[in-house]
Structures are given as C-alpha cells and as structure tokens.
C-alpha cells in the first residue's frame, strides 16, 4: 500500500491509503476527499482533480506532459506545484507523498 497525505490550510491531514498503480485521484475518492471532484471520471477533460504537489515531493512525482498541461489551464488557480490528481500514478517511491488540496475545484 501507498500512503498519501491530503493536506488543507486550516484543516488536519488526511492520509488515505491507495494500491500502487491507483491515481492520486482514486485514493481520494476512496478516501472521501471532497475537495476532489474528478467530474471526468480521470478521462483528463475536467480539471476538478486539481491539487498542488508539495515541494519536497515535487521531483519524484514528475512535470505534467504536454496534454496534462492544457487541461491545467481550466483550473481554478493553477501554479508550479500544480497537477492533474488522476494523472499521478502510486508507487513505492511515492509512499507518504504530501498532497495540497486547492481552495475550490468550481
Ligand atoms: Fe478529470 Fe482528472 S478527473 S482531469
């Protein structure tokens, strides 16, 4: 299993368990995070599995691709921490990977 840590300003942090392979937007929706909408269903069409990669989790979670990086625009603030959550793949490496959920995905 694969640790994930949602954090949100003000909120404590939620950490959700996911199998490797899962997305990051699978284990939130496991996880009842709210803060995911993930309208798309991880078809990458939606943008409301927006979140920010904290920094020191930047480098092993990887850039966006090119496609990721247009439908990155369609989010609700969007800045060089940001990814698609269905996008990120679980791994070993990423075990304990800290999560920044956004303000809001509308
Ligand atoms: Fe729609 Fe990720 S769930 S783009």
């Not at 309208?39 to 496609?67: I, M, N």
Request: charged letters at 30%.
């Amino acid at each position: 299993m694969v640790k994930v840590v949602f954090k949100k300003e003000g909120a404590d942090d939620r950490v959700v368990e996911g199998d490797e392979g899962m997305s990051v937007m699978e284990t939130a929706l496991n996880g009842n995070i709210g803060e995911i909408l993930a309208d798309c269903g991880g078809a990458l069409s939606c943008a409301t599995c927006h979140v920010y990669v904290a920094e020191e989790w930047q480098d092993r979670v990887g850039k966006p691709d090119d496609e990721e990086e247009a439908m990155l625009e369609m989010a609700v603030d969007p800045d060089d921490r940001s990814r698609l959550s269905c996008q990120i793949k679980l791994c070993q490496e990423l075990d304990g990977v800290e999560i920044i959920l956004p303000k809001s995905q509308l």
